[in-house]
């Protein structure tokens, strides 16, 4: 038995059979998307996230406090942190460094593969050795034990032993740095970061861990950092959801508890929209299908406030109690809870299925919110008032509903102005949602009617953020999307019931296309989000410019491909480049070779979290502040260019 207190630990970690079987790196090599999801770009990023998620799990369990993140021009990254560093003497049992064990060894099945799934605080180290396999190269340098270690790997394989660069200086701190390449030959869509993406999950990542700070840098663009480091957790988190909103009451509820089944905080705010916008986290992962820590939030939530609205006669005794969508009616929260041993269900694995921790939300919440409303009588006012009025709504669109039921939402109309395809089998169907009249006219004539519908939108959409359910059912462009699809809407969705597996938005990639393409997917993100988490959104990418040659057409859909085609056939000169304003600009024929061939298009699928950046990008546009939305433009002028990015 090794002496060293660290080894013991390691070792016993091992032995553990909750690691399970212990692989090679070949089985990452063979399969790269059981391991990180995808070789696309999701996958690419995904390699960051393991490696500074174990720099996280160094700070959940108390070591550290700063991480960086470099991005370098070669695209390569370099992630350090302050915490204790990664054990560097040797395991008997496998007569290398622990270190090496842990970086050439798989441990668990993957997370995208099934069972094994990796629980924060505890087990880091982890993903280290899928990212190690999956980079051209990845050199490790670590401060402890009185030196500096460095050990370089190329493709997985150990290029040495661990060796010792120099000895550490006073006052110099123990940490981890791991600089990778990711290997070109498995990332072969990209191998490009973006710095939009991964500053969001950072700023993510430092709002559900208070007070660590996360830095990051891009070397490839002068200027390009950030640091996040937020006293106030999830506080600040939800502020920053209110940001560009009106809240209706000062302070952010919030409670933080400690409790043997696990760790429960809770933050919230209302504001004076209409939507609600709750964030489940479940040891740091984003819980979008929600699970047993949403369903106590929601209990506890729902009778708290029906019970101090009651005993304070804030409703009477004749007045039913107000619903969970009454009281959640713009409601920002955020609920993160940190257990030992999470269990992850439902169709993309975000849904927390530990049943003892509903209970334990939700005992919490009814506490702690109605200390909170007996010492903020004023706020706990505006809140129920904030509550009673969306009933008052509701009831109101109950009628509007009933009144139109029978004229178009449940009816099998169709609208007018749908031109349906032959096909009746969803699996084959496709519906375009195509901006402007003209546009549709082109899409209508170039497309294959056997499975291909166009439903034309005629100018702006409503606002959805603005207007409450009432008004967004009644404007004709939102029923004409609704009755088309043809699978309700709101909490009578009913996704078996969608005539198109595929939903394709066909809008010009200039300024006005941005905002419809926003718009639409804000409205099925909001109201049809099973849509997106099935898959079956789109968006399609009409070119930007034509090159013709020699009397060939060449369709190009960015600069990048521009400039490759321009190079490729440069040599015999005389070329003409033509940009495309708009989708009107071309004919049937060359709308539907570019954009709309299954031959030849290709479509963006929309994911919630591409679907929840549109959400936010939509808030900071159409809000009513002016300010969050110069900020937004100022900060994300690059991506409100480009949401599909
Ligand atoms: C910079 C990029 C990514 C890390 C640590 C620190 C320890 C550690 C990492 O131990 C083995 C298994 C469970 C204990 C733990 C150091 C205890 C004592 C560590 C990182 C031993 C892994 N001293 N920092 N792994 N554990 N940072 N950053 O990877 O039982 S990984």
């Given at each position: 038995m090794a002496a060293d207190p660290i080894l013991q630990n390691a070792k016993s970690a091992y032995d553990a059979?909750?690691?399970q079987v212990l692989e090679g790196l070949e089985a990452v090599k063979r399969r790269p998307g059981m391991y990180?999801?995808?070789?696309g770009p999701r996958g690419l990023h995904h390699l960051v996230w393991e490696i500074v998620d174990n720099s996280i799990d160094e700070a959940l369990a108390g070591y550290c406090d700063r991480i960086s993140v470099r991005v370098h021009p070669d695209n390569s990254v370099t992630v350090t942190d302050?915490?204790?560093?990664?054990p560097v003497g040797k395991m008997e049992k496998y007569d290398k460094s622990a270190v090496e064990v842990i970086m050439t060894t798989l441990h668990a099945g993957g997370k995208f593969g099934g069972q094994g799934y990796k629980v924060s605080g505890?087990?880091?180290?982890?993903?280290a050795s899928v990212v190690n396999a999956l980079s051209e190269w990845l050199e490790l340098e670590i401060k402890r034990d009185g030196h500096v270690w460095f050990q370089r790997y190329e493709r997985g394989f150990p290029q040495g032993e661990i060796e010792k660069l120099r000895k550490l200086k006073k006052g110099e701190g123990t940490g981890t740095t791991i600089r990778f390449m990711p290997d070109p030959e498995v990332f072969t869509e990209t191998v490009e970061f973006s710095f939009d993406t991964l500053s969001r999950r950072f700023r993510e990542s430092a709002f559900l861990n208070k007070s660590l700070e996360i830095h990051l840098v891009d070397e490839?663009?002068?200027?390009r950092e950030v640091t996040y480091r937020y006293e106030g957790g999830i506080r600040d988190f939800v502020a920053h959801i209110n940001e560009s909103k009106d809240p209706v009451h000062k302070s952010v509820f919030y409670f933080h508890r400690e409790e043997d089944a696990g760790d429960v905080e809770v933050a919230m705010q209302w504001n004076s929209g209409f939507q609600d916008s709750v964030f489940t986290f479940a040891n740091n992962i984003?819980?979008?299908?929600?699970g047993a820590h949403l369903s106590g939030f929601r209990s506890a939530l729902t009778r708290t406030i029906n019970d101090y609205a009651r005993q304070k006669g804030?409703?009477?005794?004749?007045e039913d109690n107000l619903t969970g969508d009454d009281i959640r009616e713009g409601l920002a929260a955020v609920i993160s809870v940190k257990l030992v041993d999470p269990q992850f269900e439902g169709q993309t694995k975000?849904?927390?299925?530990?049943?003892?921790i509903k209970g334990l939300v939700e005992t919490n919440t009814n506490r702690y919110l109605a200390e909170f409303l007996e010492e903020h009588p004023s706020e706990a006012k505006a809140i129920v008032n904030k509550a009673l009025q969306a009933a008052r709504a509701r009831q109101a669109a109950r009628k509007v509903r009933d009144t139109i039921r029978k004229g178009y939402?449940?009816?099998t109309t169709l609208p007018g102005k749908l031109a349906d395809?032959?096909?009746?089998?969803p699996a084959r169907s496709e519906l375009y949602i195509v901006e402007g009249d003209s546009a549709g006219g082109s899409a209508k004539q170039g497309r294959d009617r056997n499975f291909q519908a166009i439903l034309p939108l005629r100018g702006k959409i409503l606002n959805v953020e603005k207007a409450n359910m009432n008004k967004v059912l009644s404007n004709a462009e939102i029923q004409a999307m609704i009755s088309a699809i043809?699978?309700?809407?709101?909490?009578?969705?009913?996704?078996?019931?969608?005539?198109?597996?595929k939903i394709v938005i066909m809008a010009d990639a200039d300024v006005d296309g941005n905002h419809i393409r926003t718009l639409v997917l804000t409205f099925l993100y909001r109201n049809m989000p099973e849509l997106i988490e099935a898959g079956y959104v789109y968006i399609a990418q009409p070119p930007l410019y034509r090159i013709r040659h020699n009397r060939r057409d060449y369709y190009v859909k960015n600069d990048a491909e521009l400039q490759e085609t321009l190079n490729r056939i440069r040599a015999s000169g005389n070329v003409e480049v033509n940009r495309f304003?708009?989708?009107?600009?071309?004919n049937p024929q060359q709308l539907w070779d570019t954009t709309m061939n299954p031959q030849n298009r290709t479509l963006l699928q929309v994911t919630i979290d591409s679907a929840a950046v549109a959400d936010e990008l939509f808030t900071a546009l159409?809000?009513?502040?002016?300010e969050p939305r110069r900020k937004f433009i100022e900060e994300n002028a690059r991506e409100a260019k480009n949401i599909d990015a």
């Open positions: 059979s909750s690691i990180i999801g995808s070789t302050d915490g204790r560093g990664m505890g087990l880091h180290g982890v993903g490839r663009e002068e200027g984003n819980t979008h299908e929600g804030l409703l009477k005794e004749k975000t849904k927390l299925g530990n049943t003892e939402l449940e009816s395809c032959s096909s009746k089998d043809g699978a309700g809407v709101g909490d009578s969705f009913n996704l078996a019931d969608a005539r198109y597996n304003k708009g989708l009107s600009e071309m159409m809000g009513d502040k002016v």
